[in-house]
T-cell receptor, first 110, second 112 residues
Framework: GQNIDQPTEMTATEGAIVQINCTYQTSGFNGLFWYQQHAGEAPTFLSYNVLDGLEEKGRFSSFLSRSKGYSYLLLKELQMKDSASYLCAVINTGGFKTIFGAGTRLFVKA | EAQVTQNPRYLITVTGKKLTVTCSQNMNHEYMSWYRQDPGLGLRQIYYSMNVEVTDKGDVPEGYKVSRKEKRNFPLILESPSPNQTSLYFC???????????FGPGTRLTVL
């Protein structure tokens, strides 16, 4: 079957670092995406990994290990505006179907 | 402004009354997709389209139809809506099936 697992909720403190994990089992792999979704809004793109390793983009970094079916999103210097849901998504091979995890709700407290 | 638009944004209807949710993008994207989002289940793909006249089923296609007659438009059709189709629907587009997707603002559908 196809499955993507993420923690349901996380809480972190303003200014800290938080790591959101994502494990996946899918029929084929063509890349992994992270999206951010604020309450009541549409998802917006954060990062894309297709090869193993770390991709850094400002305060956000994303890591991928294809052999382990594992990714994480690292958020540094947390700000209150980072309170949102973070969605992990995998593109499978062949038909380019997109599979999303249920998302991780991150609460940033002062 | 580059964007994905959906209409209507909110809709309350009754069981069995056919409806169409429109989706349009102005970025000349090849790939378009429909998702539904339900609490605890996240985004689930309904249908996607790699190009004009090319569509394929996602994970939850039952009860839905789509068409892609023009590159910019990808309407979602519910021929006979049922209460279990009450959900938040998102349309998205991207340059290809392997690139970042741009999402529309969402359509909140309630079927009574």
């Amino acid at each position: 079957g196809q499955n993507i697992d993420q923690p349901t909720e996380m809480t972190a403190t303003e200014g800290a670092i938080v790591q959101i994990n994502c494990t996946y089992q899918t029929s084929g792999f063509n890349g992994l995406f992270w999206y951010q979704q604020h309450a009541g809004e549409a998802p917006t793109f954060l990062s894309y990994n297709v090869l193993d390793g770390l991709e850094e983009k400002g305060r956000f970094s994303s890591f991928l290990s294809r052999s382990k079916g594992y990714s994480y999103l690292l958020l540094k210097e947390l700000q209150m505006k980072d309170s949102a849901s973070y969605l992990c998504a995998v593109i499978n091979t062949g038909g380019f179907k997109t599979i999303f995890g249920a998302g991780t709700r991150l609460f940033v407290k002062a | 402004e580059a964007q994905v638009t959906q209409n209507p944004r909110y809709l309350i209807t009754v069981t069995g009354k056919k409806l169409t949710v429109t989706c349009s993008q102005n970025m000349n994207h090849e790939y378009m997709s429909w998702y539904r989002q339900d609490p605890g289940l996240g985004l689930r793909q309904i249908y996607y389209s790699m190009n004009v006249e090319v569509t394929d089923k996602g994970d939850v296609p039952e009860g839905y139809k789509v068409s892609r007659k023009e590159k910019r438009n990808f309407p979602l059709i519910l021929e006979s809506p049922s209460p279990n189709q009450t959900s938040l629907y998102f349309c998205a587009s991207s340059t290809s099936g392997m690139s970042e997707q741009f999402f529309g603002p969402g359509t909140r559908l309630t079927v009574l």
